[in-house]
């Protein structure tokens, strides 16, 4: 299986949250997750950067690209969604890749930001409308060459599993992005649903977290960033999830990425957080 991360754990902010300032620039970014052990570094390109700049810095790092993610704002006007769609799709078809990750935004004080985990305020009519809309987002996108892949997310408006489910199969072009620790940390049986929708899976965010932190922090009603800092999240391999088990139901062989997130690291220092993180999941998956 192909490795890469996502190299959030240096971006983690003090409040709980992430904040992007805090990373080192792009190119020492690039070198660090090289240094780490990892293959692949989700493809993102920086705001004012070219196609080509970008791919000749991470060409020249030693990494490969592996999907990237557009942030859908339920909030935005959709002509302003749809322009970003057709870029990030864009970039990323320039780029060689043929997916996208595709999950909704999420403000600090947003409904189920505050009541993190539990389907806050359910609406099945928001839900149809936010449905219309991913499908002209995939539209747009796929005009580009390149099919989004839905990233249910704890804190936004998809966030259950059947909410879900009803996007998955109300539009079938479009592919799906588990998160192993949002998908659990939202009380879903992960691998039931990466098994029903294995084949539209071109890649995996590979989260860990400790579900002892998470049902603690819905008995407490604490919100989504206090959760967070009381250690929900951690490497592979660290937190409370069967990550192999789970994963096994992809399909065999799986010829997509596994990319490594860690919103908050459990081991202060980034570097060796990423470094931990290649180790386990190179012994883990690749042995």
């Not at 769609?85 to 409904?111: C, F, I, N, W, Y």
């Not at 995996?204 to 009603?221: E, M, N, P, W």
């Amino acid at each position: 299986m192909r490795i890469a991360l996502n190299p959030i754990q240096w971006m983690a902010s003090d409040d709980g949250w992430l904040d992007p300032s805090k990373a080192p620039d792009r190119e020492k970014l690039l070198t660090l997750v090289k240094e780490a052990g990892f293959e692949g570094v989700m493809a993102e390109v920086p705001a004012g950067w070219s196609v080509d700049r970008y791919r000749e810095v991470v060409t020249d790092t030693g990494l490969a690209l592996a999907p990237g993610y557009f942030v859908y704002r339920y909030d935005d006007a959709e002509a302003d969604t749809l322009d970003r769609a057709a870029t990030v799709a864009r970039q990323h078809a320039e780029l060689g890749l043929t997916d996208v990750g595709l999950g909704m935004g999420m403000s600090k004080e947003a409904p189920r930001v505050l009541r993190p985990a539990q389907g806050h305020e359910p609406s099945a009519d928001r839900l149809s409308d936010i449905t219309a809309r991913i499908g002209r987002i995939a539209e747009v996108m796929q005009a580009e060459g390149v099919r989004p892949a839905l990233h249910p997310h704890v804190g936004t408006w998809i966030e259950t599993d059947t909410e879900s489910r009803t996007v998955l199969d109300a539009l079938l072009s479009i592919g799906f992005l588990p998160d192993t620790g949002h998908l659990a940390w939202a009380g879903i049986d992960v691998r039931a649903l990466i098994a029903d929708y294995a084949t539209r899976t071109p890649f995996v965010h590979v989260k860990d977290c400790r579900l002892s932190i998470a049902q603690q922090g819905k008995t407490q009603d604490w919100h989504y960033r206090q959760t967070v800092l009381a250690g929900l999240w951690a490497e592979p391999g660290r937190g409370e999830l069967p990550l192999p088990e789970i994963l096994a139901a992809l399909p065999e062989p799986f010829n997509g990425w596994l990319m490594v997130e860690v919103d908050r690291p459990d081991i202060t220092d980034p570097f060796e957080s990423a470094k931990t993180s290649a180790t386990w999941m190179q012994k883990t998956f690749n042995n």
